[in-house]
């Protein structure tokens, strides 16, 4: 398994600013993904986040609005730039030990996030 | 494409009563994973099973338990003698290869409220 911190828990921003989210695995993880999950929603994956190489973004996320980096094996930070109200979600850090499709992935505590 | 249909947006059920979660899936690949997670009222999303395409073994954990039919696509989710505690929001999720990375694609949940 894995322990995944993320930081900050919440935050109330004002529109036209940008937030930048961490996530903290306490082991070495093959992969990491950045999740939104809008207000009584689903999950939706933005991005997976590919150590020393740019992050893979799903179908209407760009690298411009949710930059992220990977810098190694067990952090990753999510920005999410140039905030509108309709940025208002939970931001999940996820990680799966292995890259096997049998790999359960495990989830960060999220990251609560309100624009004004 | 692949799809995951969770049709039960909220249910409610008294303490003790059993209830059954259904989850459909759509996919066209022979080999892919079907998950449960559970996502309780602190938002910290919990893994419960995992299933891949061809282990049709139904599963029992506990109060938990779990039936896998390939002929009708359906990962159903049962929990017996319900509990106070098993209040939250229940995701069935495939995960299947996509362009190189094993992704999931998340249902909409299941909000289950059991009442005292």
């Known amino acids: 398994s894995a322990v995944i911190s993320q930081k900050p828990s919440r935050d109330i921003c004002q529109r036209g600013t940008s937030l930048t989210i961490q996530c903290q695995v306490d082991s070495q993880v093959t992969m990491m993904f950045w999740y939104r999950q809008q207000p009584g929603q689903s999950l939706t994956l933005i991005a997976t986040?590919?150590?020393?190489?740019?992050?893979?973004?799903e179908s209407g996320f760009v690298i411009d609005k949710f930059p992220i980096s990977r810098p190694n094996l067990t952090f990753s930070t999510l920005t999410v730039s140039n905030m509108s109200p309709e940025d208002s979600s939970i931001y999940l850090c996820?990680?799966?030990?292995?890259?096997?499709?049998?790999?359960?992935?495990?989830f960060g505590p999220g990251t609560r996030l309100t624009v004004t | 494409a692949q799809k995951v249909t969770q049709a039960q947006t909220e249910i409610s059920v008294v303490e003790k009563e059993d209830v059954t979660l259904d989850c459909v899936y759509e996919t066209r690949d022979t080999t892919y994973y079907l998950f449960w997670y559970k996502q309780p009222p602190s938002g910290e999303l919990v893994f419960l099973i995992r299933r891949n395409s061809f282990d049709e073994q139904n599963e029992i954990s506990g109060r938990y338990s779990w039936n896998f039919q390939k002929s009708t696509s359906s990962f159903n989710f049962t929990i017996t003698a319900s509990q106070v505690v098993d209040s939250a929001v229940y995701f069935c999720a495939l995960s299947e290869l996509t362009s190189g990375t094993y992704k999931y694609i998340f249902g909409t949940g299941t909000r289950l409220k059991v009442l005292a």
């Open positions: 986040a590919n150590q020393g190489s740019e992050a893979t973004y």
């Open positions: 996820s990680v799966r030990t292995s890259g096997g499709a049998f790999s359960e992935q495990y």
